[in-house]
């Protein structure tokens, strides 16, 4: 019996992690602090920041929900890299030298890792993120599997924040629209039930809309659904060009 | 009865004229042609002929007297200061946030570089290869040609 427990055991390792601590009840300033944690091979970040809120420092704020990258809580900035900390393994970090955890950039700092999201979501809505499709059917609207391959990248967003915050544009005065917000207009936009393509194209044709994407690519790089976002926004200035999705 | 459902947001207004992607087709069209004409441009003067030792008032002068180098000329001109003056632009919209400092700020950057082109565009097409006063040595050999005659 303790053979087998022998080769179950998972090597561990002592990591150190920087976190940007901020509490405007306390502080104006935000401030990193440093935290030292025993880890395990199969840990991700969010295992790294529970372990140091149950055992060490409960006052460290952090949004998480699924723990399993599905439902978008926990983008954070992780050695200067948009990621979710709960898809993040601690051992494909450089664990050598101190990880950084800091709040994804551009949106207003709430308390620790936690942003007000509102601003965010508010690009969101202004797409109009949902089906426009007039006519009145028995049966479900009909797609071919064509149809349907057509915007199934764009499907998979999870609206976790990570590619606008990744954003030089975004960050310069967050009033661009944001690659999220394209991301989920393209899923519409090239969708053939939706009906109000043009209308989702006229508004991304905006001072704030795509023109001001400059092909940086960081949001394709952050995305953690592996979504193509810098290639949908390409798709959808492509689009605005032609007139027609 | 059907359920209404509220718009989750106001409708938003229709916007004046909107250049923003003639400015983006803008800065892709000019790209490319920018780079056949400045290369070209860097070639002919750098180094066919005499290369680099070649360049003096005379072969300016001898290069503008000609129709085909007067238009290319002109064209770089247009083409690299209206699509550096865009560019700046952009960088502009990035980095300021008042209203007011960033319509200044444009609108100085359009009124340069409006000046710019002026007068660039008038000296391609009204400069004098010989002028009368200056040292024969130093202007293009045609010009005794047609101070003789
Ligand atoms: C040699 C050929 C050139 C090519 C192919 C080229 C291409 C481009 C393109 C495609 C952009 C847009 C980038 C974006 O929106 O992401 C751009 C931006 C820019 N270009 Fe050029 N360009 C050339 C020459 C020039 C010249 C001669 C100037 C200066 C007069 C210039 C100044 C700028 C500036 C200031 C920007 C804005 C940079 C930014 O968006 O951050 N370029 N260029
Ligand atoms: S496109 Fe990717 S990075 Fe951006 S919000 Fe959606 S899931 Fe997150
Ligand atoms: S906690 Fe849900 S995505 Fe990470």
């Known amino acids: 019996m303790s053979d087998v427990k022998e080769i179950a055991e998972i090597p561990s390792f002592t990591v150190k992690l920087s976190i940007r601590r901020f509490d405007p009840e306390k502080s104006e300033e935000a401030s990193w602090q440093e935290y030292e944690v025993e880890m395990h091979a199969t840990d991700r970040v969010l295992d790294a920041l529970h372990k140091i809120k149950w055992e060490q420092d409960g006052s460290l704020t952090f949004r998480r929900s699924c723990a399993h990258g599905v439902c978008g809580s926990d983008a954070v900035r992780i050695n200067g890299r948009n990621r979710l900390a709960c898809k993040t393994l601690i051992k494909d970090l450089d664990i050598n030298s101190t990880i950084t955890v800091e709040p994804i950039k551009g949106l207003p700092v709430e308390k620790d890792l936690i942003v007000d999201m509102n601003p965010f979501y508010q690009a969101y809505k202004d797409i109009n993120p949902f089906l426009v499709a007039n006519d009145k059917p028995e049966k479900e ?50 969708d053939s039930r939706d009906e109000e393509a043009d209308v989702r194209l006229d508004i991304l044709n905006d001072k704030e809309g795509v023109w001001r994407c400059r092909t940086t690519f960081n949001c ?14 390409a798709e959808v200035k492509q689009a605005i060009l032609r007139g027609r999705p | 009865m059907s359920v209404q459902i509220e718009i989750p947001n106001s409708p938003r207004k229709q916007r004046v004229t909107n250049w923003e992607k003639y400015g983006w087709l803008y800065m892709r069209i000019s790209g490319p042609l920018l780079i056949v004409l400045i290369f070209t441009h860097v070639f002919v003067n750098l180094f066919t002929g005499e290369g680099i030792k070649q360049i003096d008032f005379a072969f300016v002068a001898g290069k503008w007297a000609d129709p085909f180098w007067q238009w290319w000329d002109v064209a770089m001109l247009w083409l690299a200061l209206i699509h550096g003056t865009l560019g700046m632009r952009t960088v502009i919209n990035d980095y300021t946030e008042k209203p007011k400092l960033r319509t200044a700020l444009v609108g100085t950057l359009w009124s340069v570089s409006g000046a710019l082109i002026l007068l660039g565009t008038l000296v391609v097409f009204t400069f004098d290869p010989c002028p009368p006063t200056s040292n024969p040595d130093l202007l293009p050999s045609f010009c005794e040609a047609i101070a003789s005659s």
Not at chain 1, 220 to 232: N, Q, S
């Open chain 1, 220 to 233: 394709t790089e952050a995305c953690p659904r592996g979504i193509e976002v810098t290639k949908a926004i």
């Open chain 1, 141 to 190: 609207r009909l797609q071919s599997p064509e149809d349907r391959a057509r915007y199934d990248d764009t499907t998979k967003c999870i609206l976790c924040a990570a590619c606008t915050t990744s954003c030089p544009v975004f960050w310069t005065d967050g009033q661009y629209f944001g690659p999220a917000a394209i991301v989920n207009a393209h899923r519409f936009i090239f």
